[in-house]
């Protein structure tokens, strides 16, 4: 029981993290001076 609640709680964190990198992705292609003069400060 132990092992499958560590592969749910590892495929929520593993899919919110891939969200946020597409969201992350989109928004560096419609804003990329944005996301770049926040990145580099």
Same mark, same amino acid.
């Given at each position: 029981?132990e092992?499958w609640?560590? /592969?749910v709680?590892?495929?929520?964190?593993f899919?919110g993290?891939?969200?946020? *990198?597409?969201l992350?992705? /989109?928004?560096?292609?419609?804003?990329?001076?944005?996301?770049?003069s926040?990145y *580099?400060e």
């Open positions: 029981m092992k609640g560590v /592969l709680w590892f495929g929520v964190v899919k993290r891939l969200i946020t *990198l597409m992350w992705s /989109l928004g560096l292609i419609s804003q990329p001076h944005f996301y770049m926040a *580099l």
